[in-house]
């Protein structure tokens, strides 16, 4: 049962220097599945959010936290994904975190990583291990076609391991850092949406994926 679901991800922000911890319990209330479901996991000892795409053809796939709004300020998550048994073999373990997204889902701004690509055997696989995307007008394909190598790069990733991301985001600048590295894996300064943008957050979750979630933080500016 839903009610049931014990869910250890804590989300806290910075309210005038006040942290406030909040535990999401009570699902029904705090969240809303766009294309996907959702569970309880244990995933390799964490407890989380497990994710599960539907058949939609779209790029808009994610657990969306409605009471939670975010701009600017930084997201840090540990996040797991693997293929899903009998997954084609296009599939490559996306998942990620969608933000400022808007009111009917219709516009959000992403980073996800592609794990099975971090440790390939060919070069340019491993080239696009990490993306950013901009949903609708800027899908991965459009951006990989237009501007090669500005919106995706490489990092040393595992499929189905624990990866821990940490999304900086201000005005139409961010910068996304993998594993604790000091320097930006992925820097974006020009997103899509532009500045003053505010919206909600989401758990992304690409196609033939299973992902797990754990560990979000969020301070908001």
Same mark, same amino acid.
């Given at each position: 049962?839903?009610?049931?679901?014990?869910?250890?991800?804590?989300?806290?922000?910075?309210?005038?220097?006040?942290?406030?911890?909040?535990?999401?319990?009570?699902?029904?209330?705090?969240?809303?599945?766009?294309?996907?479901?959702?569970?309880?996991?244990?995933? @390799?000892?964490?407890?989380?959010?497990?994710?599960?795409?539907? %058949?939609?053809?779209? $790029?808009?796939?994610?657990? #969306? +936290? *409605?009471?939670?709004?975010?701009?600017?300020?930084?997201?840090?998550?540990?996040?797991?994904?693997?293929?899903?048994?009998?997954?084609?073999?296009?599939?490559?373990?996306?998942?990620?975190?969608?933000?400022?997204?808007?009111?009917?889902?219709?516009?959000?701004?992403?980073?996800?990583?592609?794990?099975?690509?971090?440790?390939?055997?060919?070069?340019?696989?491993?080239?696009?291990?990490?993306?950013?995307?901009?949903?609708?007008?800027?899908?991965?394909?459009?951006? @990989?076609?237009?501007?090669?190598?500005?919106?995706?790069?490489? %990092?040393?990733?595992? $499929?189905?391991?624990?990866? #821990? +991301? *940490?999304?900086?985001?201000?005005?139409?600048?961010?910068?996304?850092?993998?594993?604790?590295?000091?320097?930006?894996?992925?820097?974006?300064?020009?997103?899509?949406?532009?500045?003053?943008?505010?919206?909600?957050?989401?758990?992304?979750?690409?196609?033939?994926?299973?992902?797990?979630?754990?560990?979000?933080?969020?301070?908001?500016?």
């Amino acid at each position: 049962m839903m009610k049931n679901l014990l869910i250890t991800i804590l989300l806290a922000f910075s309210l005038s220097g006040f942290a406030q911890k909040i535990d999401l319990l009570k699902l029904q209330k705090n969240v809303e599945s766009v294309n996907v479901s959702f569970s309880e996991g244990n995933y @390799r000892g964490k407890k989380s959010i497990k994710v599960i795409p539907s %058949a939609a053809q779209t $790029e808009a796939r994610f657990v #969306k +936290l *409605k009471t939670i709004e975010f701009e600017n300020g930084t997201i840090e998550i540990d996040v797991a994904g693997k293929r899903m048994e009998g997954a084609g073999g296009a599939a490559r373990g996306f998942v990620g975190i969608a933000f400022r997204i808007n009111g009917d889902n219709s516009e959000f701004e992403c980073f996800y990583i592609r794990p099975t690509n971090g440790r390939a055997e060919d070069q340019l696989r491993r080239n696009h291990s990490v993306q950013y995307i901009c949903y609708p007008e800027f899908p991965w394909y459009k951006l @990989r076609k237009e501007t090669p190598g500005m919106y995706e790069t490489y %990092a040393d990733l595992e $499929e189905g391991v624990w990866t #821990k +991301l *940490k999304i900086e985001v201000e005005g139409d600048k961010a910068k996304l850092y993998v594993n604790g590295v000091e320097q930006p894996t992925l820097l974006v300064n020009d997103l899509k949406l532009g500045t003053d943008v505010p919206g909600k957050l989401g758990l992304w979750v690409g196609p033939g994926t299973e992902a797990y979630f754990a560990n979000l933080k969020i301070t908001n500016k």
